[in-house]
């Protein structure tokens, strides 16, 4: 099963995150991709350089970014497992990092299952 978990900050301290967070957030994605779990991560811009497109009433309507939002999207991973325990295992580790590695920081990490194609086969 593949899942996409994604992180939103919802309050850091100023400057940028510590030398030996990054160091240990390295470690772990190349410990997640040894273990074949790991398929794809990435930071995301702000809200600013995007945009929102929504159906309103019946209209299409695109908005460019920033959003006025409480938490700020910052990035994403996508994992391949076996369960659900698996992908919150993996991102429990993440925002662990996190606690312990940069005091103050806070955030939160939804773990999302993606669609299969049999998920949607007519019924046998």
Same mark, same amino acid.
């Given at each position: ?8 900050v919802t309050a ?8 030996? $967070?990054? @160091?240990?957030?390295? /470690?772990?994605?190349?410990?997640a991709t040894e273990?074949?779990? !790991?398929?794809?991560?990435?930071? %995301?811009?702000?809200?600013?350089e995007g945009a ?25 991973? $996508?994992? @391949?497992?076996?369960? /659900? ?9 993440? !925002?662990?990092?996190?606690?312990? %590695? ?23």
């Amino acid at each position: 099963m593949r899942y996409l978990v994604t992180l939103k900050v919802t309050a850091r301290p100023d400057g940028p995150p510590p030398a030996d $967070l990054m @160091e240990a957030i390295a /470690k772990l994605g190349q410990e997640a991709t040894e273990a074949g779990t !790991l398929l794809d991560t990435s930071g %995301l811009a702000g809200s600013a350089e995007g945009a929102r497109v929504e159906v309103s009433g019946g209209r299409l309507i695109v908005s460019d970014g920033p959003f006025a939002e409480a938490k700020e999207l910052i990035s994403y991973a $996508l994992y @391949e497992v076996r369960s /659900k325990e698996e992908a919150v295992e993996w991102a429990t580790r993440f !925002l662990r990092l996190h606690r312990d %590695l940069w005091p103050g920081w806070e955030g939160e990490a939804d773990v999302l299952r993606l669609f299969r194609p049999e998920d949607f086969a007519p019924p046998a």
